[in-house]
């Protein structure tokens, strides 16, 4: 593992449980600890894939990235020192430059023999849906490559699903779930079968899988439908705040659940149940009500306004000394992306990169200040700032809560039968 890597590696893992208000990881014993891996994963987001995997696998990870990022020494060689491989395509780098992934293939094989995981997204491209698209050849012809080079090689294809709540925005989840490994050797078993069948066998077996592990939406017009039902499943199974990463199976499990029974229905349950959702979500928010509330209302104590007054002061610290990197992230993304895929990753990734250069400032600055107090406040500044993140969503949560105790009693028990309705007919049960 090179020396970037084991430094970004970790500051990255912090970044994304800071981004990401749930992590769950499913499947983790089903990637072989003394084997070569090829992780191959669906790919929603530009690059948050990568660097979602490289901080909760416990193994080092190698992945694949465009080549054209690689023609200055100096980015090529930054990026090869945080594990990155490069993969040229055709749109790129011409005909020419095609030759180039013949030494870029070799070095996979041969991170392969040393039992290193190798991660290819298995889509080719990326695109913001929910939604598994046609699985490329990548993984397999990789696999078979390497044994080509290294015969024994027992090379595992391992699929792995990577699902978003709402990638956009921060303090959202994401779904991990790991499925059965592919072992490349029980194909070369097979004399009668050319290499061009075996890529195509392993491909159909890869897209097979996945397709279990991936949320997927058949429409694109029942995406709107979807998102209102997975948020109802969210809140009818709540889960606590910590840890971030959890090995908690339902949230996938009943998102999975709401995406098939959705691509199911006929197109007149689906319009029956739209203006249904429309209707309550409506009378929500005319009382200035959300679901959530409506499921789980405790969040309100009339004494809690003790603790937020008590908090208040390292709140509005933690907020006001952690919000310059991360508004730098926003800003970048915001007026710098001109694709949606890339909007969360770049948001992220720089927020992440704003932070790794503003903290240090701080801190030399209060070195130079040669205050104890100044020290230690600096130090304190990224605790100040994941409190604040806590403090902000349970004021918004008690705030709603309070809402909930304020609305008339009768407004509540309609809106609690309107949910219910729409849950068993949903469900087949009204």
Not at 39 to 46: E, G, K, T, V
Request: glycine share 4%; hydrophobic share 45%.
């Amino acid at each position: 593992m090179r020396l970037p890597y084991r430094i970004v590696r970790p500051l990255a893992r912090i970044a994304l449980k800071t981004y990401f208000s749930k992590i769950y990881l499913n499947g983790l014993e089903k990637i072989p600890n003394d084997k070569p891996i090829i992780l191959a994963a669906n790919h929603p987001s530009a690059f948050l894939e990568p660097c979602i995997l490289a901080t909760t696998l416990p193994r080092p990870l190698h992945f694949m990235v465009r080549g054209d990022l690689f023609q200055k020494p100096i980015y090529s060689a930054l990026l090869m020192s945080l594990h990155m491989i490069p993969m040229f395509r055709l749109k790129d780098i011409g005909y020419k430059g095609l030759k180039k992934n013949f030494s870029t293939l070799d070095i996979s094989y041969d991170l392969l023999n040393k039992n290193e995981q190798i991660l290819i997204l298995a889509e080719g491209t990326t695109k913001h849906e929910k939604r598994l698209r046609p699985i490329q050849k990548g993984a397999a012809r990789m696999a078979l490559g390497a044994i080509g080079k290294y015969p024994d090689l027992d090379v595992q294809i391992v699929p792995i699903g990577v699902n978003y709540t709402d990638i956009l925005n921060y303090r959202s989840e994401v779904m991990l779930q790991i499925g059965d490994p592919i072992p490349m050797q029980d194909f070369m078993r097979n004399e009668t079968e050319n290499p061009a069948q075996i890529i195509k066998k392993v491909t159909n077996i890869l897209k097979e899988r996945l397709e279990k592990l991936v949320i997927h939406i058949d429409q694109k017009e029942d995406e709107d439908l979807s998102e209102a039902f997975f948020e109802f499943y969210k809140n009818n199974y709540p889960t606590p705040n910590f840890p971030v990463q959890s090995t908690n199976q339902k949230p996938l499990e009943k998102a999975m659940f709401v995406a098939n029974k959705i691509n199911d229905l006929t197109p007149a349950a689906k319009s029956k149940l739209t203006t249904k959702i429309d209707n309550y979500q409506k009378d929500l928010s005319k009382y200035n009500l959300v679901d959530e509330v409506i499921v789980q209302p405790h969040f309100y104590h009339p004494l809690a306004i003790l603790g937020i007054i008590a908090g208040f002061l390292p709140f509005a610290l933690g907020w006001l000394f952690n919000m310059l990197p991360i508004q730098f992230g926003r800003y970048l993304a915001e007026h710098k992306v001109k694709s949606i895929t890339f909007y969360a990753s770049i948001k992220a990734s720089m927020a992440l990169a704003g932070y790794i250069v503003y903290f240090p400032i701080l801190f030399l600055l209060s070195l130079f200040s040669k205050s104890l107090f100044l020290i230690i406040f600096v130090i304190m500044i990224p605790f100040l700032g994941f409190f604040a993140l806590q403090y902000y969503e349970y004021y918004h949560k008690w705030k709603q809560g309070r809402q909930f105790y304020k609305t008339d009693a009768s407004i509540i028990d309609d809106l609690k039968i309107q949910r219910k309705t729409i849950l068993r007919e949903f469900e087949g049960k009204g």
